[in-house]
């Protein structure tokens, strides 16, 4: 069964950290972009980072860049999405995608298979 499958959300104060994990299960993901999304309570989905088959090529939204950091590790078939100086509009669902084709990925919020995500919340 292919399936992707996130981990690592918790309830952290402003300032903290958490690192998420997406690990592909079925498939190798060695060949496939993956992409992590977040949701808010009340707004839509919006792509956040996204790293490239080979993993030389990312992708950061305006709102994370310089405090996220997606990375891979194809050996254990997971992306790692390393979130510091976390802020509570941070505060969502956060999804991970993968897709064949990372051009526009994040943008378009394209994948081609969905985790069910993991909540992350950030609040004092």
């Given at each position: 069964?292919?399936?992707?499958?996130?981990?690592?959300?918790?309830?952290?104060?402003p300032g903290?950290?958490?690192k998420?994990?997406?690990?592909?299960?079925?498939?190798?993901?060695?060949?496939?972009?993956?992409?992590?999304?977040?949701?808010?309570p009340?707004?839509?989905?919006?792509?956040?980072?996204?790293?490239?088959?080979?993993?030389?090529?990312?992708?950061?939204?305006?709102?994370?860049?310089?405090?996220?950091?997606?990375?891979?590790?194809?050996a254990?078939?997971?992306?790692?999405?390393?979130?510091?100086?976390?802020?509570?509009?941070?505060?969502g669902?956060?999804?991970?995608?993968?897709?064949?084709?990372?051009?526009?990925?994040?943008?378009?919020?394209?994948?081609?298979?969905?985790?069910?995500?993991?909540?992350?919340?950030v609040?004092s």
């Amino acid at each position: 069964q292919v399936q992707l499958v996130e981990s690592g959300g918790d309830l952290v104060q402003p300032g903290e950290s958490l690192k998420l994990s997406c690990t592909a299960w079925g498939f190798s993901s060695d060949y496939y972009s993956i992409g992590w999304f977040r949701q808010a309570p009340g707004k839509e989905r919006e792509g956040v980072s996204c790293i490239n088959d080979g993993g030389g090529v990312t992708y950061y939204s305006d709102s994370v860049k310089g405090r996220f950091t997606i990375s891979r590790d194809d050996a254990k078939n997971t992306v790692y999405l390393q979130m510091n100086r976390l802020k509570p509009e941070d505060t969502g669902v956060y999804y991970c995608a993968a897709d064949t084709i990372f051009k526009d990925m994040c943008i378009m919020g394209r994948g081609d298979f969905w985790g069910q995500g993991t909540q992350v919340a950030v609040s004092s």
